[in-house]
């Protein structure tokens, strides 16, 4: 691979890294112009709905992408969605040739916008960065291929696997730097889901503590509860929030719930039956609703249940230097798992010492996904 | 402090490390001759009751000691034990100065090797390597201090900390190479401890596999079992065993294994009641037999007695990437710890990916050992 074009798409892979859970459902892409060598545009696509990161290049590099080169981590979009599309721009600019990072998972778009640009002059070439995607884009192909969310999980436990000590206190099991760190879990998604027990006893926030200058939001809330019996004057639940907190539910907890709660953006979305209210049936209809990736912050049932069915793509320890001993609760001990299939081993991708807690980031690699089309 | 003399020093604590479980009960040191610039004599301690660091450095050295300079990890001894007093053969050795990097937490030798050596016109100065030295000599401090073996905790444990899975096997939680690496653990240490119920159910072996080119040998093993029912055609109580194998029991036990063991190496020792086979008398016990350092490596009712009575100075844990849920063992779910006692908490010292485990290894140190004096 030529050094030179090796570098700008990686630039452009930097640029893409920026966008945060604002692009969901969309994938992150970045672009930049060249020109006899030197940069002459930049951009990445910030949000959905909003311009893609060519266009933002082009119009950054303005009347200088004629005749110059684009970089796109991506294979361009040839279709009209909520913009138009962006082989139109390209070839509005006289861009001369495409370099490529990697071709598009959408069958929508994959390997349609080299034929459109040869058509018209405009050379194209791909470069061999599919797995930098995958790896930048792995909700957003995860989504495609199996119309789930990506799920993440996160745990926080003492030494002996606890989840809560024996008062029932598991609040602060890590340290304050390393709850602080765990916030980074949020802005990576665009959902939150917690069961009853922990919305009720913990009366959680939460929201994103360490918020960077890169534009994020507060991921929506949502909490499963089939008998609706949630307390009712937590945080989450008044009417100051602004963003969705979905309550997942049955026709009778919905009855609970009705009228009595103030937040105006809050939904009740009851499932007929209770066995509906089951990780799979909930996640896709997650999906349906537009989450593309949802992270799970317990409590311990919820994370038994996603432990059993395999439904989740990575699992978050953070780990505190304390054993719990008798009386405190496991955060598996009432999952049924089959733990001689290798296809349950997961792949340890980091670990992180925060003071003397540690964090551990394990990949659910060896399950094979295709059952669950 | 003098750029040289730290470096000449920190030479000699390379030097000092070298000394493997042969040396204790003694303290690891090292020592280098310097003369004109120009190190000229190398030595450490190798073996209790052979010659000390400064004399196999002086010996190593030979004429050219004469007006050399010496630099010795720890304050050299001034008293016959098993051998004579180092400070004798630095002055027959004609040394113009001494360079001591900490001083000997020993009481029998502390702050006695100056007054000695400057009377003889021998200059000494003492370096700031006090930290160094306790890190290093952590075991031969702590023996002295608390008349106790230093006592490492081993523990392979699942993601949920479980030590055994539901079908009851708990031989092979980590990988291979995990396994293989935790065997450095036992050349540290002059005594392995497990259970009866290990050493009944896994057969071990608790040799050293992945042995260094430095001279180390297989720890004793010590068996804690009051019933004295031990299986024993296990490999431990074959008559090929060269190190000591020691079984602590009762009275009655000591009935049901006597003239049944083919080991010659094989002692059994009867408590005259049952209660003193609890961690504090068994420790105390070997220590006065001769034992420096302890690993514990099983089971989990040895492992939860130790982190009840808090008797451990490090936790080393090695935790495969797998989740055994429902119908495993929890390596401490019988024990009883006061976890909201900060003086409970571990620090994390060291984190090492191994393939997809991770190895954490913690000490105790807010524990406050006074009150087991």
Same mark, same amino acid.
């Given at each position: 691979? =030529?050094?030179?074009?090796?570098?700008?798409?990686?630039?452009?892979?930097?640029?893409?890294?920026?966008?945060?859970?604002? /692009?969901?459902?969309?994938?992150? /892409?970045?672009?930049?112009?060249?020109?006899?060598?030197?940069?002459?545009?930049?951009?990445?696509?910030?949000?959905?709905?909003?311009?893609?990161?060519?266009?933002?290049?082009?119009?950054?590099?303005?009347?200088?992408?004629?005749?110059?080169?684009?970089?796109?981590?991506?294979?361009?979009?040839?279709?009209?969605?909520?913009?138009?599309?962006?082989?139109?721009?390209?070839?509005?600019?006289?861009?001369?040739?495409?370099?490529?990072?990697?071709?598009?998972?959408?069958?929508?778009?994959?390997?349609?916008?080299?034929?459109?640009?040869?058509?018209?002059?405009?050379?194209?070439?791909?470069?061999?960065?599919?797995?930098?995607?995958?790896?930048?884009?792995?909700?957003?192909?995860?989504?495609?291929?199996?119309?789930?969310?990506?799920?993440?999980?996160?745990?926080?436990?003492?030494?002996?696997?606890?989840?809560?000590?024996?008062?029932?206190?598991?609040?602060?099991?890590?340290?304050?730097?390393?709850?602080?760190?765990?916030?980074?879990?949020?802005?990576?998604?665009?959902?939150?889901? /917690?069961?009853?027990?922990?919305?009720?006893?913990?009366?959680?926030?939460?929201?994103?503590?360490?918020?960077?200058?890169?534009?994020?939001?507060?991921?929506?809330?949502?909490?499963?509860?089939?008998?609706?019996?949630?307390?009712?004057?937590?945080?989450?639940?008044?009417?100051?929030?602004?963003?969705?907190?979905?309550?997942?539910?049955?026709?009778?907890?919905?009855?609970?719930?009705?009228?009595?709660?103030?937040?105006?953006?809050?939904?009740?979305?009851?499932?007929?039956?209770?066995?509906?209210?089951?990780?799979?049936?909930?996640?896709?209809?997650?999906?349906?609703?537009?989450?593309?990736?949802?992270?799970?912050?317990?409590?311990?049932?919820?994370?038994?249940?996603?432990?059993?069915?395999?439904?989740?793509?990575?699992?978050?320890?953070?780990?505190?230097?304390?054993?719990?001993?008798?009386?405190?609760?496991?955060?598996?001990?009432?999952? =049924?798992?089959?733990?001689?299939?290798?296809?349950?081993?997961?792949?340890?991708?980091?670990?992180?010492?925060?003071?003397?807690?540690?964090?551990?980031?394990?990949?659910?690699?060896?399950?094979?996904?295709?059952?669950?089309?």
């Amino acid at each position: 691979m =030529n050094k030179k074009n090796n570098q700008y798409m990686l630039e452009a892979f930097k640029l893409a890294a920026k966008g945060k859970n604002l /692009v969901f459902p969309n994938p992150f /892409v970045g672009a930049i112009v060249v020109k006899n060598g030197k940069i002459v545009g930049k951009g990445f696509h910030k949000q959905a709905g909003k311009e893609h990161a060519e266009v933002n290049a082009l119009n950054d590099a303005g009347i200088k992408a004629k005749n110059a080169d684009l970089y796109v981590t991506l294979e361009p979009c040839s279709t009209y969605g909520k913009t138009p599309p962006c082989t139109a721009k390209i070839i509005e600019s006289k861009i001369k040739k495409v370099y490529i990072g990697a071709l598009d998972y959408n069958p929508r778009h994959r390997k349609k916008a080299e034929s459109i640009l040869n058509k018209k002059g405009i050379e194209t070439e791909i470069l061999d960065f599919g797995e930098k995607n995958s790896e930048l884009n792995k909700v957003f192909n995860f989504n495609i291929k199996y119309s789930l969310p990506y799920v993440h999980l996160k745990a926080a436990i003492s030494l002996d696997g606890m989840i809560c000590d024996s008062r029932q206190n598991s609040k602060w099991i890590t340290c304050e730097k390393t709850r602080l760190y765990s916030h980074y879990l949020r802005a990576k998604c665009d959902a939150i889901l /917690v069961g009853s027990k922990t919305f009720n006893l913990d009366n959680p926030r939460l929201n994103i503590r360490n918020r960077s200058k890169t534009i994020t939001k507060d991921p929506a809330v949502i909490i499963i509860s089939a008998s609706g019996k949630l307390n009712l004057k937590n945080n989450l639940l008044k009417n100051t929030t602004e963003r969705e907190v979905l309550i997942l539910t049955t026709p009778s907890g919905k009855r609970n719930l009705q009228g009595k709660i103030n937040n105006h953006n809050t939904t009740i979305k009851s499932f007929s039956r209770r066995t509906h209210l089951s990780i799979k049936p909930c996640l896709t209809y997650l999906k349906k609703r537009g989450y593309t990736s949802i992270l799970v912050e317990g409590g311990s049932s919820l994370l038994e249940q996603f432990l059993q069915t395999r439904l989740f793509q990575e699992l978050h320890i953070f780990m505190a230097p304390k054993v719990f001993g008798k009386g405190s609760k496991n955060f598996s001990s009432n999952a =049924n798992i089959d733990f001689a299939n290798k296809k349950n081993n997961l792949s340890l991708i980091t670990s992180k010492k925060i003071e003397n807690d540690i964090y551990l980031r394990y990949k659910n690699v060896y399950w094979d996904y295709s059952s669950i089309r």
